[in-house]
């Protein structure tokens, strides 16, 4: 652009009275702000520059520049020669208030921070706002937009560490407060589980806030978004060790989150840390951390919390359900035996009632009937003919039922209360029969047979024809296989075995299934899930036998022979993310 140009952009600028008003910037200074050329803008008035600004947004070229570029690519050229040329535009900010600032936090471009606190930090004779040295650098820092944020709450937010870090050593000192969504920086890097970020602010602020809305803290979120107590977790709750028995607007600790959460290495740090923090119980319900973790099935944090601190095992919520009437609605069979075999706490609360006579037996037996053990029932020598304050025995809902109660528990199982129970108050646990016919019901039932059916038998073909044409080889004299002796080999033949079986019994129990289907006309949900079972072992064993085979053609080539056996073995590993992901 040349000076003409430039000329009749600032003669555009001015008003009736000959004064400089703010309009919006022409379409082409603004694409030159955007690739970062200062060159038109050298002979401009400084008033003129301070008035370029965008429509919507009021966006000066700074913002612009730093808006337009790349993080990969970033230069700090053009804000540097602007901000010689203009000071004032340091701290102007646009209709959202923000500062040049906060938009270079919020995209995570560092390097323009750091340029910009460091001009801050020069004498500005022309912006009477902004002092000079180390207090104007952090006057800056501590600037809010119109949510309440200051630069620091944007690094965070967008989880820009080097952000963090640079702002966080410029200004220790300052705790930052709450914005607008009662969210400090602390609490927002606590919720978005970036470790990196927490240790940042615990280590470079000496007094940083902790706030949260509803009444949450950071070690709330924390404890709700860990998965496990790494260093960030454990660095937080030794500088806040007293927000363990904090409770926000629900009556909820930390501990309370973790446990409903299962978060079992969380619950752990947190227990050690104070025990006597599971026994607070939450407005709504009275409910302790020891009952949440019962009713959404998480049986590891159960058995811890009662090894830490045994005297919760008898609190009750205000339906006076202890932690063994939620065990029995949301754990496994075999998690319930173990709990009872194993613990004499909990086996000494199976006869215990809730406020309308309810025992634990009771709960089981009208939720979940097919998966009443009895011989659970008799090891721990209960009576089972007892009746509730409505006169209704546990063998009287085995034999006949008992919706209400049914129904009030599958209402547990739905309610959120006041948006803490993101998975419902409690979490019914299905039987497996149960989840064998929602995934195959009677419309689909032959056309999932016959799927199933033709893996196992491709499975079966390939281990059958695998068994004949062995790695390695026969001999030419004896027709004895020429790898033999070796142990890989060995291994193969042995896996080959175990796939050739799972893969047949998977084939005949499907065949078996057609008879049962012609004579009752019904599918038999045992012998489908048996086959599925069969498929999938016998799907592990040809994974087996393909790495064991592999080597023991490859061992001459060590470092092949192991490259080709992890990348066989990867199929465990993708196997268990797939059902990660399924249960969620």
Known sequence: MNPVSIEIEEASLLDNNGEISQSQIDPILFKVAAAGNSEPFKDMAREVIESLLTAKTKNTILHISIISQERENVSTKFVAEILEKCPSLLLQVNAKGDTPLNVAAKFGHSDIVRVLVERAKLPQPENEELESGVGAARQMIRMTNNEKNTALHEAVCHQNVDVVEILTKEDPDYPYSANNYGKTPLYMAAESRCSNMVLALLENSTSVSHEG?????????????????????????????????????YGWTPIHYAAYHGNYWTIKLLLETDQSASNIADKDRKMTALHLAAGQGHAKIVKEILSVNPECYELVDNRGWNFLHYAMVSFHVGQLRNLLENNPLARSLIDEGDAKGNTPLHVLAAVRPKEFDVDLVRKTQTNYDAVNKQNVSVRHILDYGYPELKEEIQKLSKDVGRGQYSDGVICIRESEDRAVQKYVTEENYKDTRASHLVVAALIATVAFAAA???????RSENGTAILRRNTAFQAFIVADSIAMVFSLSAVFTHFLMSFIIEETKDFNEDLLLASVWFTIFSMGAMVIAFVTGTYAMLVPSLGLAIITCLIGLSFFLLVIWIVRLSIK
Do not use: R, S, V
Request: charged share 25%.
């Open 213 to 249: 809305p509803n009444g949450k803290t950071a070690l709330h979120a924390a404890a709700m978004e860990f998965p496990f107590a790494n260093a960030a977790f454990q660095k937080l709750l030794e500088e806040k060790k007293n927000l363990i028995k904090e409770t926000d607007q």
């Open 468 to 474: 004949f044409t062995i790695p390695g080889g026969y």
